[in-house]
C-alpha cells in the first residue's frame, strides 16, 4: 500500500528499545487526546487515550503523559516491536462536536 | 463483527469530475465523521453527522457535501474535483455525538489527474 508520511519526522529505534513519540497541541481548551497509529494503506488505529483532568495514563506498553502546562503530549512504546513500525499521530478534541484535530506525525522505525 | 467498511477503495477521476463515497459504520454506531488526509499529513475533519443531521462541518468548500441514510450509513460527495482534492478520505463512526471512542475505517484514495 501506499505511504502515509513520506516526508514526516522519522524516530529510528532498535527491536527491544523504548520510544518516546512527542506533539504539542495549540488548543488549550483542548479536553481529550488520543493517540494514533496509522501503518500504509490502513486508517488510524486507536492506542491510547487521556483526559485533560489527568497527567499519566498507561496501556498494554503504551503510556500517555500530558503536560497541559506547556501543551505537550507524548507517547512511551516499551520494549518496541517490529509490528510497531508506523505512522504515530496524536489528536485533540477541540470541544467542537466530535471533531478532533490532529497533529502532523511522526514516523517510527524499528530495526533489527 | 465488521470494521467501519468504504467504498470504493480506490478511484481515478478526470479534474471537473463528481465523486461519490461510500460507508457503513460498526453497527450500532449512529454518527460518522468524514476526514481529508493529503499525502505526509494528519487527518483533516471535514464533516460529522449524527442521527441524519450534520452536527459539525470543517473548513471546506461548497463543492463537498455530505449525507447519512435512516441504516446510518453515509456518502461524501465532491463536486468540481481539482487536482487538490486528491487524497485518501478516511470515514469514522462512534456510538453517539459526543462519543469519542472513534473506529476509522481504511479509506478510499482518491487520485484527481
Known amino acids: 500500500g501506499e505511504s502515509v508520511g513520506l516526508h514526516l519526522p522519522t524516530l529510528s529505534v532498535q527491536e527491544g528499545d523504548n520510544s518516546i513519540i512527542n506533539c504539542a497541541y495549540s488548543?488549550?481548551?483542548?479536553?481529550?487526546f488520543i493517540w494514533y497509529k496509522q501503518e500504509s494503506g490502513k486508517g488510524p488505529q486507536f492506542i491510547i487515550d487521556?483526559?485533560?483532568?489527568?497527567d499519566k495514563r498507561q496501556g498494554q506498553r503504551v503510556t500517555v503523559l500530558l503536560n497541559k502546562t506547556v501543551k505537550h503530549l507524548s507517547l512511551q512504546i516499551a520494549a518496541t516491536q517490529p509490528g510497531d513500525s508506523a505512522v504515530y499521530f496524536c489528536?485533540?478534541?477541540?470541544?467542537?462536536?466530535?471533531?478532533?484535530?490532529f497533529g502532523t506525525g511522526t514516523r517510527l522505525q524499528v530495526t533489527l | 463483527d465488521a470494521g467501519v467498511t468504504q467504498s470504493p477503495t480506490h478511484l481515478i477521476k478526470t479534474r471537473g469530475q463528481h465523486v461519490t463515497l461510500r460507508c457503513s459504520p460498526i453497527?450500532?454506531?449512529?454518527?460518522v465523521s468524514w476526514y481529508q488526509q493529503v499525502l505526509g499529513q494528519g487527518p483533516q475533519f471535514i464533516f460529522q453527522?449524527?442521527?441524519?443531521?450534520?452536527?459539525g462541518r470543517g473548513n471546506f468548500p461548497d463543492r463537498f457535501s455530505a449525507r447519512q441514510f435512516p441504516n446510518y450509513s453515509s456518502e461524501l460527495n465532491v463536486n468540481a474535483l481539482l487536482l487538490g482534492d486528491s487524497a485518501l478520505y478516511l470515514c469514522?463512526?462512534?456510538?453517539?455525538?459526543?462519543?469519542?471512542?472513534?473506529?476509522f475505517g481504511s479509506g478510499t484514495r482518491l487520485t484527481v489527474v
Open positions: 469514522a463512526s462512534t456510538r453517539g455525538q459526543g462519543d469519542y471512542g472513534y473506529t
Open positions: 488548543n488549550s481548551a483542548s479536553d481529550y
Open positions: 487521556i483526559r485533560s483532568n489527568m
Open positions: 489528536a485533540e478534541n477541540t470541544g467542537t462536536a466530535s471533531k478532533l484535530t
Open positions: 453497527s450500532g454506531h449512529k454518527s
Open positions: 453527522y449524527y442521527e441524519k443531521e450534520e452536527r
